[in-house]
C-alpha cells in the first residue's frame, strides 16, 4: 500500500522534530547500563545509558551520537516510549519496532510504538534500516546487562 501524501508529511515533521530536538540527550552517570553502536556504512554512532529501577524497569534512559536524522531520530523517539517499561515490555517493544521497519512480521502492540510506526517508511530502504534499528540494537544490548561493547556494532 502506498503511503499518502499526508502520512509522508507526518513522518518528515516528526523525523526532523526529534533529530533537530532530540530527547532524553546526554548522559546518565552511576550505577546504569551502558552500550555502544555504530553504523559504520552511514556514519551513524549512539551511546545508550539506562538506569533500571529495583523491580526492573526502565527507571531512567539517555542517549548521545551523531549521525544521519534517522538514526537520531529514532533514538530520540525509542527514549521516550521505553521510559517507566519494564524490561520485558522493552523487548517486545524492540520486536515489534523490528517487524515495523523490515516490514516482516506482524506488530502486536501498536500503542506502545505510537509515533515511531512512522519509521515505516524506511522499509524500502535495506541501508536506512540499519539507521533506525541502530538505537534498538544498543537498547538489546543494555537489557542484556551491558556495560559497554564497542565491538558489536561493526558486526552485521
Ligand atoms: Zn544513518
Given at each position: 500500500m502506498p503511503i499518502?501524501?499526508?502520512?509522508?508529511?507526518?513522518?518528515?515533521?516528526?523525523?526532523?522534530d526529534h533529530s533537530r530536538h532530540p530527547r532524553n540527550y546526554g548522559?546518565?552517570?552511576?550505577?546504569?547500563?551502558?552500550?555502544?553502536g555504530d553504523n559504520p556504512s552511514c556514519g551513524d554512532e549512539v551511546d545508550l545509558w539506562v538506569r533500571?529501577?529495583?523491580?526492573?524497569?526502565?527507571?531512567d534512559i539517555k542517549f548521545s551520537g551523531q549521525g544521519c536524522?534517522?538514526?537520531?531520530?529514532?533514538?530520540?523517539?525509542?527514549?521516550?516510549?521505553?521510559k517507566g517499561v519494564t524490561k520485558e515490555k522493552a523487548a517486545a517493544m524492540i520486536e515489534d519496532f523490528?517487524?515495523?521497519v523490515t516490514g516482516e512480521g506482524a506488530v502486536r502492540d501498536e500503542d506502545a510504538l505510537g509515533e515511531l510506526q512512522l519509521l515505516e517508511g524506511v522499509q524500502k530502504f535495506p541501508q536506512r534500516v540499519k539507521c533506525a534499528m541502530l538505537a534498538w540494537r544498543a537498547l538489546e544490548q543494555?537489557?542484556?546487562?551491558?556495560?559497554?561493547?564497542?565491538e558489536w556494532g561493526r558486526r552485521v
Amino acid at each position: 500500500m502506498p503511503i499518502s501524501d499526508d502520512l509522508r508529511d507526518l513522518y518528515q515533521q516528526v523525523i526532523l522534530d526529534h533529530s533537530r530536538h532530540p530527547r532524553n540527550y546526554g548522559e546518565l552517570a552511576g550505577d546504569c547500563a551502558h552500550a555502544h553502536g555504530d553504523n559504520p556504512s552511514c556514519g551513524d554512532e549512539v551511546d545508550l545509558w539506562v538506569r533500571f529501577s529495583p523491580d526492573g524497569s526502565i527507571e531512567d534512559i539517555k542517549f548521545s551520537g551523531q549521525g544521519c536524522a534517522i538514526s537520531q531520530a529514532s533514538a530520540s523517539m525509542m527514549t521516550v516510549k521505553v521510559k517507566g517499561v519494564t524490561k520485558e515490555k522493552a523487548a517486545a517493544m524492540i520486536e515489534d519496532f523490528r517487524h515495523v521497519v523490515t516490514g516482516e512480521g506482524a506488530v502486536r502492540d501498536e500503542d506502545a510504538l505510537g509515533e515511531l510506526q512512522l519509521l515505516e517508511g524506511v522499509q524500502k530502504f535495506p541501508q536506512r534500516v540499519k539507521c533506525a534499528m541502530l538505537a534498538w540494537r544498543a537498547l538489546e544490548q543494555a537489557l542484556a546487562g551491558a556495560r559497554v561493547n564497542p565491538e558489536w556494532g561493526r558486526r552485521v
